[in-house]
């Protein structure tokens, strides 16, 4: 028998989801599975009724269904991390509520990761139907990403995801409060694989990523797994520095040559400009600074309300 329950279990991270969700659960609970699927439900604190529409799904659902209900909005990394913590698959997968990854293609990646041995497959799209700027910041965020966690050049880091049981165990291993799981999949490992998936445009509603969010979430990437912003800050100072001295060079020669130099607006910006770079640094230092004392003082990863199951209506069927 195997060590793990089911063959493949799919983590859903649902904010304000209510709409969505059954439609998503009901399709899931068709797809043929050998050895067996779970749903595990991450209700992210969400304001709309996404709560009793999951403890719906788990009293009307047969196939096996795990809802996690959080104490509060921790975000949506936070939020997959408590359901790879509860999910008992030998692979898992990831994926949004809002229905833009098609439940069919939930088989064949899972099939894709498992006859190719990997320990994470990440999908990608031939079109992307998002807004013109998520789909800048994407890019953005994955052009960093090829520098500041090691990733693979050519490899897009999307939320539809299948991940190895073994991979999964030492993600969750990180207790940090700000988790970002493809920066914590890239210490893990580097056999990763990418298969290309439809992307469909949104059945309704609007992302619950803003621009907030999404920077938020670029910091977690951007500070938790390299000192790189530390090293651009450094050259960065070295740079300005050069060009002070070489600027006072310049001053020093004008005077010799009894030329006063002129220019109090050039000073001014010169000294703005000085003043703007040291700022950055000071930021970028203090953001360390300031991730490293909520995790000393115990911010929690996130906090679990309830975890309700429905495996009885799935006893018989399950060795």
């Known amino acids: ?23 998503l659960v009901e399709a899931l609970s068709k797809l043929e599975v050998p050895g067996g699927l779970e749903i595990v439900l991450v209700n992210d604190c969400s304001p709309d009724n996404s709560l009793e529409v999951c403890h719906r799904l788990v009293a009307e659902q047969a196939v096996p269904l795990t809802v996690v209900n959080l104490a509060r909005n921790f975000g949506e990394h936070n939020a ?59 890019r953005f965020t994955n052009w960093c990403a090829d520098t500041l966690i090691d990733k693979p050049k050519g490899l897009y880091l999307s939320s539809f995801r299948c991940v190895s049981a073994f991979t999964a165990r030492q993600v969750v291993a990180h207790t940090g409060p700000f988790p970002y799981i493809d920066g914590l999949i890239m210490q893990v490992t580097q056999n990763i694989g990418r298969l290309e998936v439809t992307h469909l445009a949104r059945a309704e509603g609007r992302s619950n990523y803003t621009i907030r969010r999404l920077v938020r979430l670029f910091l977690s990437m951007f500070l938790n797994f390299s000192v790189m912003p530390l090293r651009l ?87």
């Open 1 to 23: 028998m195997s060590e793990h329950e089911f063959a493949l279990s799919i983590v859903v991270p649902v904010y304000n989801g209510a709409s969505s969700v059954p439609n």
């Open 80 to 138: 997959v991390m408590a359901g790879l913590a509860q999910a008992r698959g030998a692979y898992i997968i990831t994926m949004d509520d809002d229905l833009q990854n098609p439940p069919e293609e939930v088989v064949r990646l899972w099939d894709y990761a498992k006859s190719n041995n990997y320990d994470v497959v990440y999908t990608y799209y031939a079109k992307k139907k998002h807004a013109a700027w998520r789909n800048l910041g994407s």
């Open 233 to 319: 800050a450094t050259l960065a100072g070295i740079g300005v520095a050069t060009l002070g001295i070489l600027g006072a060079l310049w001053v020093l020669v004008e005077a010799l040559h009894g030329d006063p130099p002129q220019g109090w607006a050039s000073l001014m910006a010169v000294t703005l400009v000085v003043a703007g770079v040291q700022l950055i640094m000071l930021g970028v230092v203090g953001e360390y600074l300031g991730r490293l004392f909520l995790h000393v003082n115990g911010k929690p990863q996130y906090v679990v309300r309830a975890v309700t199951r429905n495996d009885s209506a799935s006893k018989g069927t399950r060795p």
